[in-house]
């Protein structure tokens, strides 16, 4: 490397390095983003174009848009997602938190595997005994329902990524505040949970994407008034629905709010590495 | 004797009294529409193109007519089928109104014994309206449906005529003087025909056919040409079901439509589904596409495609054993278990009325009631379409899939030889699979269906369809000269 620098000049390696790693960026990052491009340019496609994707010049149509929009609740199971994910990855976040910190701290790995068998069983093997709960508890078609539904995602995936992140707090650094006079719970806050920000933003981000497209769960315990948006997408998948412009508007309408909050919060975790005592 | 004839007119003034007084009864015996006003339906609705362009808008109208709301939930099928299993069978009492294929889960539903006796329902000249005509005005494929098992009470009244036809286009037909398809050979000699590569690059442009290539999805498709040389599903043997999907008949019919797709076809039919397919169809892809009857919606929208005003629909082609045009249909059922049957009745009788089922038919979605069919307002998307979809409608076989309880895992076993016919294209292969499915087909029948009695595919009162009316749709649209 060093030779090489010295072959081709200091300038000319640095422009290397970086065209390298912009195109390895690219490579790596950017199928993803196409397929997200493509689904949208889809949606504004008239559908006969839709087999032909070597034709990228056309007049965009807004047309599937509002015929989703219009015919379907599309818009309020968004609504609806927005609520139940928030809340099920708040919930989540904050006994994942609390449990990490009492797995990681107090070593008992078992209980870890025990709720990480949670995750393990299939949600469809949970449905019907779940829907039959629900039932004599009121809770079927609710937003509540479907919140306590979904920390079944939530708060296993919480605990299990939040564990890795509490044990990389030096244990050293809450002992220097319980010897300043701190008790353990004002160490856990004013040391341990600063320092977990950028976990803890990671583990939202998942928790809320998982909770976001769960789709089982809704469909099954959800129903005539609260539904959600992964529903509302699906009754365009079907073999005998109508377009599939349709199909892309409403996944494209699904994507974006999910897009964005992940945007917006990935803001914030890189501000949550740049702060704290153990960077 | 004057106390004889005091008598006599007594009785004879209070006979006419009480005549008097039942004229007002029998006259005031049209339903009373706004009778459940306040109400709410909740309703499951398999999704499909007409959920959105008519159920919707007649939902609010039935809002606004009877102050009954209906609360649609709209799922993809199979997604729709599992949340009905699951609130039948929790007996929940929330669930009004459910939209069903009898000819898929009816026989499932009736045997559970799931769904309400809706004939107390349309005996009662307060819950019917007089004129509602049931089963008189409904065609008769559809009424072949409704009834799935032997013995069965009317527990659903049958709606949509969603037949199985061939969507072709007439200019690509007319251009190059092919031969509109009376008989299957005719079919084949027309795909080979409209099979065009026009730049000679090996890859045509416009592909002869095109229809579900795989699967499961298959059976909806294929059936019409099962039926046509002379296959079924299933077949009786000393009283006992059995599967009939290895016989030669059938054999013949998976090879038939296995090489269509192999050779005609553009290779995207093997994992299309039907939304695709219809796309492709009008994007000017193909020249012929065997599906549902209402996909001429798509092709004829001018938002949507590039072949407005170029296509039509015939029937299938004829086989050796005739012409049996598949008609998948759709039904409304009420679960027994819903607190509101009544509302829901008024529901599905507003629905089915012959005005509103009109409205239905002028916006192809064809539906099941003959008079809509001969109405002067219904003016069909093209003649060739009106008259192959009322034809199949009259004399389809209207239990498309293999019925059975178990009908997700037949399906599956039948779109498993198709594989294997697409893929090898070789008899032995085919006969072999079919063997093996076969079998597996009647294990399923032993291990699920005791003492069970399908009507089978085609009812004792079913009508065969004269060979002169297969001409018919294709002398609506003046092709029958083509190719001569």
């Known amino acids: 490397m060093v030779a090489l620098r010295r072959l081709i000049g200091r300038r000319a390696y640095r422009i290397g390095e970086l065209t390298f790693t912009h195109l390895a960026m690219i490579a790596v990052v950017g199928p993803f983003f196409f397929i997200f491009f493509y689904m949208f340019w889809s949606s504004v496609k008239p559908d006969y174009l839709f087999f032909e994707p070597g034709v990228w010049i056309f007049e965009p149509l807004l047309l599937n848009y509002t015929d989703v929009i219009e015919n379907s609740d599309i818009i309020r199971n968004i609504v609806n997602s927005l609520i139940i994910s928030s809340f099920a990855t708040a919930i989540g976040l904050i006994c994942g938190l609390l449990s990490a910190y009492t797995i990681a701290r107090f070593d008992l790995r078992r209980l870890a595997l025990g709720i990480l068998v949670t995750r393990m069983i299939p949600y469809i093997t949970m449905l019907v005994p779940f829907w039959i709960v629900y039932k004599n508890a009121g809770l079927l078609n609710t937003h509540l329902g479907l919140i306590l539904s979904h920390l079944v995602i939530t708060i296993p995936f919480g605990v299990w990524i939040m564990i890795g992140f509490i044990e990389d707090i030096p244990k050293e650094l809450e002992e220097a505040a319980w010897i300043d006079g701190a008790s353990r719970a004002v160490a856990f806050l004013r040391v341990v949970l600063p320092l977990s920000t950028p976990g803890m933003v990671a583990t939202a981000i998942l928790c809320f994407i998982f909770s976001w497209n769960n789709f089982q769960l809704a469909l099954v315990l959800g129903g005539f008034d609260v539904s959600t948006a992964p529903v509302s997408v699906f009754k365009y998948a079907d073999p005998e629905s109508g377009s599939m412009g349709q199909m892309m508007a409403a996944a494209t309408l699904v994507t974006l709010p999910v897009f964005v909050i992940v945007l917006f919060i990935q803001k914030q975790l890189t501000a949550g590495l740049t702060v704290g005592g153990i960077k | ?484």
């Open chain 2, 1 to 484: 004797m004057l106390n004889k004839k005091t008598t006599i007119a007594r009785t004879g003034l209070s006979l006419l009294i009480l005549l008097a007084l039942a004229a007002p009864v029998t006259l005031a015996a049209e339903i009373d529409w706004r009778k459940h006003e306040g109400t709410t339906l909740n309703a499951i609705f398999l999704t499909a193109a007409y959920i959105d362009a008519w159920f919707r808008p007649m939902a609010k109208r039935f809002q606004k007519e009877t102050g009954i709301r209906v609360k649609m939930v709209v799922l993809q099928a199979g997604q729709a089928r599992k949340k009905q299993d699951i609130m039948l069978g929790g007996k929940d009492d929330t669930l009004d109104v459910i939209h069903l294929q009898m000819d898929n889960r009816g026989g499932k539903l009736t045997v559970a014994g799931h769904l309400e006796d809706l004939q107390p329902y349309l005996d009662d000249p307060s819950k019917t309206p007089a004129g509602y005509n049931y089963p008189q005005d409904w065609l008769g494929g559809c009424l072949n449906t409704a009834k799935v098992i032997k013995g069965q009470p009317l527990n659903n009244i049958v709606w949509s005529a969603q037949a199985q036809l061939l969507h072709i286009r007439t200019d690509l037909f007319k251009k190059y003087n092919v031969k509109v398809p009376t008989n299957l050979q005719e079919l084949e000699a027309a795909a080979k025909k409209l099979t065009i590569d026009e730049d000679g690059d090996g890859k045509p442009e416009i592909y002869g056919f095109l229809s579900r290539g795989r699967d499961r999805l298959i059976t909806a498709s294929f059936a019409t040409y099962l039926w046509n040389h002379g296959g079924s599903w299933f077949k009786t043997v000393n009283g006992k079901k059995v599967s009939n999907v290895n016989s030669k008949e059938s054999v013949d019919a998976f090879m038939y439509y296995a090489n269509l797709i192999r050779k005609y076809a553009p290779p995207a039919a093997l994992n299309n589904r039907p939304p695709a397919n219809a796309a492709l169809f009008a994007a000017g892809k193909t020249a012929m596409l065997s599906e549902l009857n209402y996909w001429i919606a798509l092709s004829e929208d001018k938002r949507r495609s590039r072949v407005v005003g170029k296509t039509t629909t015939i029937l299938v082609p004829r086989g050796p054993a005739g012409s049996h045009p598949n008609l998948p249909t759709m039904s409304f059922a009420i679960p027994k278990y819903s607190r509101k049957k009544d509302a829901a009745w008024m529901y599905i009788v507003w629905m089915t009325q012959q005005h509103i089922m009109q409205l239905g038919q002028n916006n192809s979605v064809p539906v099941c009631r003959r008079s809509v069919w001969l109405d002067k307002s219904f003016t069909p998307p093209t003649p060739g379409w009106g008259e192959s979809a009322r034809l199949a409608a009259e004399y389809g076989i209207a239990i498309a899939k293999p019925q059975a309880i178990a009908i997700g895992q037949m399906r599956d076993a039948a779109g498993e030889v198709m594989n294997v016919a697409v893929r090898t294209g070789d008899r032995a292969a085919v006969q072999a699979e079919a063997d093996k499915q076969a079998a597996v087909m009647n294990a399923l029948i032993e291990k699920t269906e005791v003492g069970m009695n399908f009507r089978g595919v085609r009812p004792a009162d079913a009508k065969l369809m004269p060979e002169s009316e297969q001409i018919v749709p294709i002398k609506a649209d003046g092709l029958e000269r083509l190719g001569r």
